[in-house]
């Protein structure tokens, strides 16, 4: 029975109604120890169930928070085991599939202690994905969908209570899936205890602050409710004297009020006004004192009995008394005794009543005997065939003995701890190791595989592990796969000078007459770094003989080799040159991800590569592997990838909204996780997307947060560069653009223009100041446009040339700029042409034949949502004499390529979240697109997907067409989850229509 919790259980009651709205909810239960937060959330749990809710439970504990996803585990495991085989199958597919493994058995299972045999696999490239990747990533994001599958099923509750205990995977899980509780109409209710250090605190602060969390603080009992909690466990006739004593001893904290009344009644303490004193020396602090005390009455069996279960945390009895060195009968009778005194609860295992109980036993027992007690547990535990994970949790506390036995196990522990997506336990795990020590043998090993860890947990120490540790390995296998994830990491922080030194170093190590298959896994690697740092770049282009022949010797493992060279030729040979033949061969239709260990990093440098060559097809392509490869090894490396090469894409075929879309996705996530790189590439690709919607003010601000300086040298870092110079000559900072302009072309690790277009941004820069550069730099691009012969570079070329020339001779210019730029696919730069050639067009005074392609340039403008653009092709059409009339609709066409795709899955019946599973995209970009395919084709009100479905399927419906007034959308929700179903997300300008009344009559 609770006492005096009905606020409490009101607002409970009333957050459960409010989140059965399909809006989910956050509930934190928060206050000090023993205040009644379990029994609260134990009430909610109740509650929930009558609302109609599945519950799913579980709890953290201390020995827990070493488990990763032990929490996750324990809420999930119970629905996916009772569901059976086939809704289980469903449960885990598709996007949830990446979570799958954390279900499987994953019972411990010795593995061979040799640990090289998968090392030189790996490096030796014949089983690519035994290298663990950093899955936490896509764990998380495999749970959410978990999370979606069950509730789709009808609503579902996750309470956990003891959240300060939880393992941080699964407290980054619940973070996660709380901000998302929306989305998911899922009822999240936690408890946490004030004061309590969690391994990851910031993420308890975030779950507490969440905007919509509704925080439960249970209050003190009064004095009268200690009063009746004393009468009716001492008897009716307790004084009242008595009574108010035992408020005061307690101040009212309902835990303290049992174990007073459980010590008064074992004491025999009369209830009497004459015993209150007694009741005053029990003091709150002294309670745990008490407990022991208590404990030390049951004699030693039960004592030692209670100490095990305090360690096991939870145990079998005969569990229990192995490890207490106690026989079995003398065991049961001492277990029955402890449960008596209420000091363990009597269930099918033994376990403490009360947390605070078992801290009171744990933390009583002699620092060496603990040490002691949880090695020999791991050890037990190991015998018995427990999780690996366990095990590790138990030989993490333990003494260290130089035992080679628990060397293994640790390992073990750490490499099932890297498979389920949690470095940084594998990180604990292998420092611990360090110091049980490991043999002189082991121990280049052990540190290897710590450097491993801590770079996947993004550690700062792991390249001085990685280093010791190719001081003392010989392996050569294992040595070529500690010197990849070191130059992989130290390129990661944006480091390529110190990641080619190693790699030269490690060449020379290895001598000309080392394998080929192992030499080919570095050269390919030091040559991708040597060509992303103007510093290094120079060494390529002499080495490519030898890089060719290793490319042959190596066999498969010369692939990656295959596929720099290809795209070396790409960026610096004639367009039409036979590097992509060269290409596929390379990337040999996926296998190169999946069998070679630098597979993931050439797929991605590929990637990049392709959209610069404007092979769109080659680069959707190989977008979606290395989406793929996100997901099947959850590798936030792939994920960013993905993201930014996507947003490159997608800049560069004017898709504004999809690359804006991408690129702050990536730029979030580059930022979370700290990847130079990604930052850089990511913000001056949402600078360009933004400067097109005349967003210079937040562009510049992107740019200036980007760590451009650190990385200065680095093709990233001309990029950012190039960005910047733009958006400061749009801002008017024509000064600052020059030299930013200019420092592009001093740092260009190419001079390509279809990659870095400088001069003829500089030539606009100067245009006013000093035309006569302006020409020669304009003319320099043209010329080496030509000579690579990709239709972009030419016609961005000639497009500057031809606004420089002015006249007639510019107006031949600006239509040989669009006759080539119609052959590429570069949409919004035909746009700025076609504007400029009507805008030139209309200057000479031939107003009718300006109008064509004007007119043209609005479509495109309009359709790659460059709204700037198409107003300043309006005003120029007005100057032509067309009249202009503001509709607001243009018809499917006005869709983009990417809101095409989401308007049909749309059209189709699917829900946003559907959408968003089937297009790996968030349930807020969805939002996002369909708000802006609303507004392109004027639908509103509930009907409107429906009409959408017509529109798409050609049947033409009454769509109001003609003027009207703006509609004034809804602010753009920045932050938060998208509101329900198909609400636009955002609104955008009325689309601009010419009707010019003379030719359409
Ligand atoms: N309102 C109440 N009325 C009567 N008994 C209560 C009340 N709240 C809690 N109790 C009892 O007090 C004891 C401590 O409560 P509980 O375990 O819920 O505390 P807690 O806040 O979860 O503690 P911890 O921080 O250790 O997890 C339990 O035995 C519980 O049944
Ligand atoms: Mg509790």
Not at 190 to 197: C, K, L, N, Q, S
Not at 268 to 296: C, I, M, Q, Y
Not at 759 to 769: D, I, K, N, Q
Not at 774 to 799: I, Y
Request: net charge neutral; with cysteine; aromatic share 4%.
């Amino acid at each position: 029975m609770l006492l005096e919790r009905e606020p409490e259980l009101t607002r409970m009651r009333q957050a459960i109604r409010e989140a059965d709205d399909g809006a989910g909810g956050v509930v934190v239960i928060g206050g000090p120890a023993g205040i009644g937060k379990t029994a609260l959330l134990q009430a909610a749990a109740g509650m929930a169930e009558e609302a109609g809710r599945r519950v799913l439970r579980a709890r953290g504990s201390d020995l827990e928070q070493e488990f990763a996803f032990g929490v996750v585990r324990q809420l999930f495991e119970p629905p996916l085991t009772r569901a059976g085989a086939e809704r289980r199958e469903a449960l885990l597919q598709g996007s949830a599939a990446p979570a799958g493994p954390l279900f499987d058995s994953g019972l411990f299972q010795r593995e061979p202690a040799d640990d090289t045999s998968s090392a030189a696999r790996t490096a030796t490239g014949q089983r690519g994905s035994t290298a663990p990747a950093d899955r936490r990533f896509t764990l998380v994001h495999g749970l959410y969908w978990l999370t979606a599958n069950l509730s789709s099923a009808g609503p579902v509750a996750l309470l956990v209570d003891d959240c300060h205990w939880a393992d941080p995977p699964s407290l980054r899980f619940l973070a996660y899936v709380s901000a998302r509780c929306a989305e998911l109409g899922v009822l999240v209710i936690v408890t946490i205890r004030d004061g309590e250090p969690s391994i990851v605190q910031e993420i308890l602060v975030a779950l507490r602050a969440h905007p919509r969390a509704i925080l439960i603080e249970p209050r003190s009992l009064s004095p009268d409710a200690v009063a009746t909690l004393v009468r009716s466990a001492l008897g009716p006739h307790a004084d009242a004297d008595f009574c108010a004593a035992c408020a005061r001893a307690s101040a009212g904290n309902p835990f303290l009020v049992r174990e007073l009344i459980a010590e008064l009644e074992t004491e025999r303490v009369e209830p009497v006004a004459a015993s209150a004193g007694r009741v005053e020396s029990v003091r709150s602090e002294s309670v745990s004192r008490a407990v022991v005390a208590r404990l030390n009455r049951l004699g030693a069996d039960s004592r030692n009995l209670a100490r095990s279960v305090a360690v096991l945390e939870n145990a079998s009895l005969r569990q229990a008394a192995t490890l207490a060195g106690i026989p079995g009968a003398r065991a049961l009778r001492a277990a029955d005794r402890l449960i008596s005194a209420q000091i363990l609860a009597s269930s099918s295992t033994l376990a403490f009543v009360h947390p605070l109980l078992q801290r009171a036993v744990y933390e009583r027992v002699p620092a060496a005997a603990l040490a002691d007690g949880h090695r020999r547990a791991g050890l037990m535990l190991a015998s018995e065939g427990a999780r690996s994970t366990l095990v590790g949790a138990h030989l993490l506390r333990g003494e260290p003995a130089g035992d080679p036995a628990v060397v293994v196990l640790l390992r073990e522990a750490a490499r099932a701890a890297l498979a389920d997506g949690a470095p940084g336990t594998a990180v604990r795990l292998l420092r611990r190791t360090l110091r049980e020590p490991p043999s002189n043998e082991a121990r280049g090993p052990v540190l290897g595989e710590l450097g491993e860890a801590e770079a996947l947990a993004r550690d700062p120490e792991a390249t001085g592990h990685l280093r010791q540790a190719l001081e003392l390995v010989r392996a050569p296998a294992i040595r070529v796969r500690l010197a990849r994830i070191l130059s992989e990491t130290l390129l990661w922080d944006g480091r390529p000078i110190e990641a080619h030194a190693a790699l030269v170093e490690m060449i020379g190590q290895l001598g000309p007459t080392a394998a080929p298959p192992l030499r080919a896994v570095l050269e390919t690697l030091r040559a991708v770094t040597a060509s992303v740092d103007r510093r290094l770049v120079a060494e390529i282009e002499p080495r490519l003989p030898l890089l060719r022949e290793l490319a042959v010797a190596a066999g498969p493992a010369g692939r990656g080799l295959q596929v720099f060279d290809a795209c070396w030729q790409a960026s610096r040979g004639p367009y039409l040159g036979d590097w992509r033949q060269l290409m596929d061969t390379g990337l040999d239709r996926g296998r190169l991800v999946v069998e070679e260990p630098t597979g993931p990093q050439m797929a991605r440098y590929a990637t990049c590569s392709l959209v610069f060559a404007d092979d769109v097809g080659r680069a959707q392509k190989q977008i979606a592997d290395v989406r793929a490869d996100t997901v099947s090894r959850g590798s936030i490396d792939a994920q960013l990838s993905s993201l930014t090469w996507g947003a490159l894409l997608a800049l560069r075929l004017g898709e504004l909204a999809q690359c804006e879309a991408d690129a702050r996705a990536a730029l979030e996530l580059g930022e979370r996780h700290q990847v130079v790189w990604a930052r850089i590439w990511s913000a001056a690709f949402l600078a360009l997307a933004l400067l097109e919607r005349d967003a210079t003010t937040e562009a510049d601000d992107l740019l200036a947060r980007a760590p451009i300086e650190a990385a200065i040298d680095t093709t990233a870092a001309v990029h950012a560069l190039l960005a910047r110079g733009r958006v400061r000559l749009a801002q008017g900072r024509t000064a600052e653009s020059i030299a930013d302009l200019r420092s592009v072309g001093e740092a260009a690790t190419v001079d390509n223009p279809n990659l870095f277009p400088w001069r003829s941004a500089l030539a606009l820069a100067l245009s006013a100041g000093d035309p006569e550069q302006a020409r020669s730099l304009a003319d320099q691009e043209l010329e080496r446009a030509r000579w690579f012969a990709q239709p972009r570079g030419v016609g961005v070329a000639f497009r500057v040339c031809g606004v420089l020339a002015g006249g007639e001779d510019g107006i031949a210019m600006l239509s040989e700029s669009a006759e080539r730029l119609r052959r590429s696919p570069a949409r919004l730069e035909l746009a700025r042409t076609l504007f400029d050639l009507g805008a030139a067009l209309r200057r000479a005074g031939r107003r009718s034949a300006a109008r064509e392609p004007l007119r043209e340039a609005l479509e495109l403008a309009q359709q790659c949502g460059a709204e700037p653009l198409a107003r300043r092709v309006d005003v120029e059409l007005a100057a032509t004499g067309v009249h202009l009339r503001r509709e607001q609709a243009q018809g499917p066409e006005a869709l983009t390529p990417a809101e095409r795709r989401v308007a049909e899955l749309a059209a189709s019946g699917l829900t946003n979240r559907e959408i968003g599973r089937t297009l790996f995209v968030s349930v807020k970009t969805v939002g996002t697109h369909l708000g802006h395919i609303y507004d392109k084709l004027n639908l509103q009100g509930p009907q409107a997907r429906e009409h959408l479905a017509a529109l798409l399927n050609g049947n033409g419906v009454a769509v109001p067409a003609g003027p009207g007034p703006p509609r004034a959308g809804p602010a753009a929700p920045q932050a938060g989850p998208a509101a329900g179903d198909l609400q636009p997300a955002s609104p955008s300008p009325p689309r601009i229509h010419a009707l010019d009344g003379t030719q359409r009559g």
